[in-house]
């Protein structure tokens, strides 16, 4: 059985920092792109950054060149470095990775719980 679980979120002030991780567990056969994506309340679910196996990264225009995205595909890791956040940063956290289970099987995607990060102003 695949897991995906996240770690580091909390609460920390506006213009504070916060790291996320997220590790993939299981038998798997390969990891192709991973990233996050966040969920505040009453909205939809937005992709926050993408990183493919090769380590191109993608940002949401909201996020860019406050958020740093990263993997260690060793440690089947992704993390999400998060610097000058702002209150509308607020949300949960979801960690997101698209999995092939074996070599003959097509990769699918696997999420998290999720992790909440709140900010205050």
């Given at each position: ?7 580091g ?17 299981g ?10 994506y966040r969920?505040a ?7 926050v950054?993408?990183i493919?196996?090769g380590g ?5 225009d909201?996020?860019k060149?406050?958020?740093?995205i990263?993997r ?9 470095q998060m610097n ?6 607020t949300?949960?956290y979801?960690c ?6 074996r070599?003959?099987?097509?990769s699918?995607g696997y999420w998290?719980q ?6 205050s102003?």
């Amino acid at each position: 059985q695949v897991q995906l679980v996240e770690s580091g979120g909390g609460l920390v002030q506006g213009g504070g920092s916060l790291s996320l991780s997220c590790v993939a567990s299981g038998i798997i056969f390969s990891i192709g792109a991973m990233g996050w994506y966040r969920q505040a309340p009453g909205k939809q679910r937005e992709l926050v950054a993408t990183i493919t196996s090769g380590g191109n990264s993608n940002y949401a225009d909201s996020v860019k060149g406050r958020f740093t995205i990263s993997r260690d595909n060793a440690k089947k890791m992704v993390y999400l470095q998060m610097n000058s956040l702002k209150p509308e940063d607020t949300a949960v956290y979801y960690c997101n990775a698209e999995i092939q289970l074996r070599s003959f099987y097509t990769s699918r995607g696997y999420w998290g719980q999720g992790t909440q990060v709140t900010v205050s102003s």
